[in-house]
Structures are given as structure tokens and as C-alpha cells.
């Protein structure tokens, strides 16, 4: 068992970095970092000092508790948990297999649609055809519902794909994807998207397209682009965007750039910039005739005392959490009505005192809008420093309780909100994660945070599964209701975490046996069963597939 000590504020007090007094974390380092630049930060663990943990799951049996987040989980059967963890009681049967999946998503009628990116990674040229593709899980029927011209260069394509809540009424499906550059009204200015469309049986229009949002788009270099849609239970979108910057040249820590000529290497100019849209999860109420109103609960909004700087740009009303480097995925609970982030970290392998953490990656269970830190900490608050490219100096660490972006590349505010703890997370390299110096704020010095968890680099949310009574046969066991799903993309596995009452957290092993090559994407059907997708061997792409888990105990 381990302590959730962050919980992003759904109860956790986190940490705060350190003490922010008149030390500057320096302790006499030269400064190296070890790191060898490389990237992985998207499938590739890039660990290199793994310590062969198995990330067996410790779980006891205990019955899914899970009242931290305020839930009272309903009413749910007796539950047999040797039978709901004997995985000879589960069937997995492929469903689909195709080119670069992003992610997918379960219409009301049982339908499962999933986005391809439209090439695969390193394809060459800067365009391609994103396929919307259809499964009828139970005849094995599939097809493609729409074919979507899209820009490739990098990591751009088809993103997400989610449906409108009143879907079996108007058929609106909305697409988040980056469009090709000669589509676009200004190549100088170029954009993602978030657009609606309408489906009239198995078929996406085309020509129904209806643009909801533009982000704003750098396609100069590499890299986090985002792209997951959600919607809560009050009609309210969830969209992520990466921080758009560069990561390759930082040494695998923050990439603070403020050279001239170098701010797609400076994430504070959108992750940590108030008036970007980028870097962030942002959250939007989609209106009939194609407009959006904005909660009054995010972020930066006039009910929240921002009116003065939404009239001067200085902030995005839009923006519900600020601070992410890259959230690939998100999933909603219906039940607590909390949203669950699974962000991507940045490469170290280990702590430089001059630099800040050993790459981690982070889960947050949000249950209010707040700022996550990135590109300014990571996890349990722990600070990266300011840092001169030009003169290879170090500053002051970014303590994230007092936090001021100083970029030049910043046009938002300077102050910024306190900085959040992460919920769950984990590093490149847990023995890189002990090497932390003196003046940082660890949850207990010496241990990992979370023994459970191997080292790796690239996280995924699946959804926290609700059991109901309803739910037909192959549905999972009640066992699992309240249990959040997790993957991992670079280590292959699929997991699950027990919040329980005192805010400790447990992980399981979920189908430990099976062989799945990358898991990026999770949904549950209406019915109750799962469905899981894999990108294929890592960066590949070329065998993506969409898979149906049973029970069958």
C-alpha cells in the first residue's frame, strides 16, 4: 500500500518543493546531468536505471473502497475478488487492426469509434488521411465513417474523438485534429482544431463540419500536441493540448529557453503562460449553433475575479488546468464527477542539483480547476531552477507555492496560481528518483513514492469503472466498481488503483498475461464491457488494435 500524498485537491495537502527559503539548492554539483537528450517521451520508457521491479500489484483483496473523492460508490453485489482476479475468467478478442490509432470512444448504441493520426510517426511528407473507423463488437462488422485530410508533420494528425451527450438525438461526433497546412486561412498562423460533425448511421458528413475552437499551433519542431476530448455530466467539453515546445535539447529536464530565436524551446511561453491556450486542459460548454460559453468554475474567469485581465488578454477564460506538459489522455467520472489526467514527463534519468528532477510523470484526480507547474515542477511539487542556456548558469529553483513566470516569451500574467500536487507518480528511473539533493521535499527521503509502479515515461488514463446492475453479460466483475484504470504505453501494462478512505492508494495487475504492445486508449460500453486500444510496438504504429475484454467467471 501506498500513500496518496498529493491528490491534486480532491483532499491532499502534497508537498511544496522544498522549504522556498534563502537556499538556493545549490550543493556544489558541476552540473552534468547524465541524461543523453534522447527523447522516448512518447512511447519509449527511456529508463536507464530501471530497478527490475515487476509491478506486482500487492493487492490484498480488499473490496474497492473508494471514498476519498467524496463518492459513495453506490450499491453494488457481493463481490468474489479471487474470482474478478482469476484471469482465466476473462476473454480478449481483436476486434480491428489498423495503422496509428489515437484514440477511441463508445457511442450509446454500442458502436465503438476510434481516430487514426493519419501516417504513422516518421512518415515522410507533412500530410495524410486520418480514418474515423467503426466497430460492431458483436457481429465483428467494421468499416470507416469518415476520412479526414490532416497535417502529419511530427506528431500531428487526428487527436480525439468524442460524441455529443445528446448524440442519439442530433448525431454530433466532435474531432480534434490539426489540419493541412494548405487548408489553412493564414500558413503563418497555423492552428489545431476542434470541430463537430454530424453521423447519420455509419456515415460521418464531411460537409457538416462545424469549428468549435481554434488552438494555436507551432510546426516548425517537435512536439506535445494533446488532443483528448471528454465531456462531463453538466454538457461541459474537456480538451487537452500539449505544451507544443521541444524537448530534445533541454537534457531531458525543463525546456526554459529564453534565448532569442529559441521560444519553441521555452514552454513557459504556453504550458505556463496564462493567455495560451496550449499546455493545458482546457474546458468549454459547446452550444447549438457553434459557439461556447465558458464554466464559471475555471481557472481564469470573471466570477472568479478575472474580468480586468480577460478584457487585456491577459489570460484564456478557457483554460480549467494550466500547467501540462503532455496530457495524451483524460476520463471522466460520471459518479464523483472528477476528471482523471494522465500527463507525460520529460527524459532524466536522474536528479541534477542544477537542473531539478529525474523525468517523472504524473496521474492527478481533479476535482477543481488549479495549476499542475509544468514546465516549472513535476509530481510531488518538486521544483525545476532557472536556468541561463546562454551562460550555462543556474538560478533559483521555481518554488511552486510563490511562482512568477520570468520568460520573455510571456505575455500572461508574471504571478501565477500555487502549483497542485500530482496524485500518483513515477519517474524514468526510481533509482535516478533517490538521488534527490538535500533541499528538496520528499514524502518519506530514501523510499519510493509508489513501489508498486515501474519506472517509465509514458502514462495513459483509462476510465474509473462504475458497475451497474443493468449491465449484460461480459460486463466486469462488481469487484472493480470505483477502481480507476491505468496504462502504460512504454511498459505495456494495464493496471488498476483502489482509492480508499484514508487516502492511500493500491495497484493491481489487470490481465497480467496478455501481451498488449503499447495500450493508449480505454473505454467501458454501455453494456460494461471493456474495450482497449494499443498503438502496436512502440512508435510503429502499423498494427493498431482495438480489443474486447470479458468476464466470463
Known amino acids: 500500500m501506498s500513500a496518496a500524498v498529493g491528490l491534486a485537491g480532491c483532499g491532499g495537502s502534497g508537498g511544496d518543493g522544498g522549504d522556498g527559503s534563502d537556499s538556493d539548492g545549490s550543493d556544489g554539483s558541476d552540473g552534468s546531468d547524465g541524461s543523453d537528450g534522447s527523447d522516448g517521451s512518447?512511447?519509449?520508457?527511456?529508463?536507464?536505471?530501471?530497478?527490475?521491479?515487476?509491478?506486482?500489484?500487492?493487492?490484498?483483496?480488499?473490496?474497492?473502497?473508494?471514498?476519498?473523492?467524496?463518492?459513495?460508490?453506490?450499491?453494488?453485489?457481493?463481490?468474489?475478488?479471487d474470482a474478478a482476479t482469476n484471469w482465466d475468467n476473462y476473454s480478449v478478442t481483436e476486434l480491428v487492426v489498423d495503422e496509428a490509432m489515437m484514440s477511441l470512444d463508445v457511442a450509446p448504441d454500442g458502436r465503438v469509434f476510434y481516430i487514426t493520426k493519419g501516417a504513422l510517426f516518421g512518415a515522410e511528407g507533412n500530410t495524410g488521411t486520418a480514418n474515423v473507423g467503426y466497430i460492431y463488437p458483436d457481429s465483428g462488422d467494421t468499416g470507416t465513417a469518415l476520412e479526414?485530410?490532416?497535417?502529419?508533420?511530427?506528431?500531428?494528425g487526428g487527436q480525439g474523438i468524442t460524441f455529443d451527450p445528446n448524440f442519439e438525438e442530433n448525431g454530433w461526433v466532435y474531432i480534434f485534429y490539426v489540419p493541412p497546412e494548405g487548408e489553412l486561412e493564414d500558413p503563418d498562423n497555423?492552428?489545431?482544431?476542434?470541430?463537430?460533425?454530424?453521423?447519420?448511421?455509419?456515415?460521418?458528413?464531411?460537409?457538416?463540419?462545424?469549428?468549435?475552437?481554434r488552438i494555436p499551433h507551432q510546426r516548425e519542431t517537435c512536439c506535445h500536441v494533446g488532443g483528448y476530448l471528454e465531456f462531463d455530466n453538466d454538457g461541459n467539453l474537456f480538451i487537452t493540448t500539449g505544451d507544443d515546445t521541444n524537448p530534445f535539447e533541454s537534457s531531458g529536464y525543463s525546456p526554459l529557453d529564453g534565448r532569442d530565436g529559441r521560444k519553441n524551446f521555452d514552454a513557459r511561453?504556453?504550458?505556463?503562460?496564462?493567455?495560451?491556450?496550449?499546455?493545458?486542459?482546457?474546458?468549454?460548454?459547446?452550444?447549438?449553433?457553434?459557439?461556447?460559453?465558458?464554466?464559471?468554475?475555471?481557472?481564469?474567469?470573471e466570477a472568479n475575479g478575472y474580468a480586468d485581465e480577460i478584457d487585456q488578454d491577459l489570460v484564456q477564460p478557457e483554460i480549467y488546468v494550466l500547467g501540462c506538459r503532455n496530457p495524451y489522455t483524460i476520463s471522466f467520472d460520471d459518479e464523483s464527477g472528477n476528471l482523471f489526467l494522465a500527463d507525460y514527463g520529460p527524459d532524466a534519468g536522474s536528479w541534477d542539483p542544477e537542473r531539478g528532477p529525474v523525468g517523472i510523470v504524473e496521474y492527478r484526480q481533479i476535482c477543481e480547476a488549479h495549476n499542475a507547474g509544468w514546465p516549472f515542477s513535476r509530481g510531488y511539487n518538486y521544483p525545476y531552477r532557472r536556468y541561463d542556456f546562454e551562460n550555462e548558469e543556474s538560478g533559483q529553483p521555481y518554488w511552486p507555492q510563490n511562482l512568477t513566470n520570468d520568460s520573455p516569451n510571456n505575455d500572461g500574467l508574471t504571478d501565477l496560481p500555487p502549483v497542485q500536487p500530482a496524485d500518483i507518480w513515477y519517474p524514468r528511473s526510481w533509482e535516478g528518483y533517490l538521488e534527490a539533493p538535500d533541499w528538496v521535499d520528499m514524502p518519506v527521503p530514501g523510499e519510493r513514492s509508489f513501489p508498486e509502479l515501474p519506472a517509465g515515461g509514458a502514462p495513459m488514463a483509462g476510465p474509473r469503472y462504475r458497475y451497474n446492475e443493468s449491465f449484460g453479460e461480459g460486463a466486469l466483475n462488481p469487484y472493480f466498481d470505483g477502481k480507476q484504470f491505468i496504462m502504460e504505453w512504454g511498459t505495456n501494462y494495464i493496471k488498476y488503483v483502489t482509492y480508499n478512505d484514508d487516502g492511500s492508494v493500491e495497484f493491481g495487475?489487470?490481465?497480467?498475461?496478455?501481451?498488449?504492445?503499447?495500450?493508449?486508449?480505454?473505454?467501458?460500453?454501455?453494456?460494461?464491457?471493456?474495450?482497449?486500444?494499443?498503438?502496436?510496438?512502440?512508435?510503429?504504429?502499423?498494427?493498431?488494435?482495438?480489443?474486447?475484454?470479458?468476464?466470463?467467471g
Open 509 to 552: 495487475d489487470f490481465l497480467p498475461d496478455e501481451e498488449f504492445q503499447s495500450p493508449n486508449d480505454m473505454a467501458v460500453g454501455a453494456d460494461g464491457r471493456l474495450f482497449l486500444q494499443t498503438y502496436g510496438p512502440p512508435w510503429a504504429g502499423e498494427e493498431s488494435k482495438v480489443y474486447m475484454i470479458e468476464y466470463e
Open 190 to 213: 497555423p492552428y489545431m482544431l476542434v470541430s463537430r460533425f454530424t453521423m447519420e448511421d455509419d456515415t460521418i458528413d464531411p460537409e457538416s463540419e462545424t469549428e468549435i475552437l
Open 42 to 81: 512518447d512511447g519509449s520508457d527511456g529508463s536507464d536505471g530501471s530497478d527490475g521491479s515487476d509491478g506486482s500489484d500487492g493487492s490484498d483483496g480488499s473490496d474497492g473502497s473508494d471514498g476519498s473523492d467524496g463518492s459513495d460508490g453506490g450499491t453494488v453485489p457481493e463481490v468474489d475478488a
Open 148 to 156: 479526414l485530410p490532416v497535417g502529419t508533420f511530427e506528431e500531428d
Open 269 to 301: 511561453r504556453t504550458a505556463g503562460n496564462t493567455a495560451d491556450l496550449r499546455g493545458s486542459i482546457l474546458r468549454i460548454t459547446p452550444e447549438d449553433d457553434g459557439s461556447y460559453s465558458i464554466p464559471d468554475d475555471n481557472l481564469f474567469t
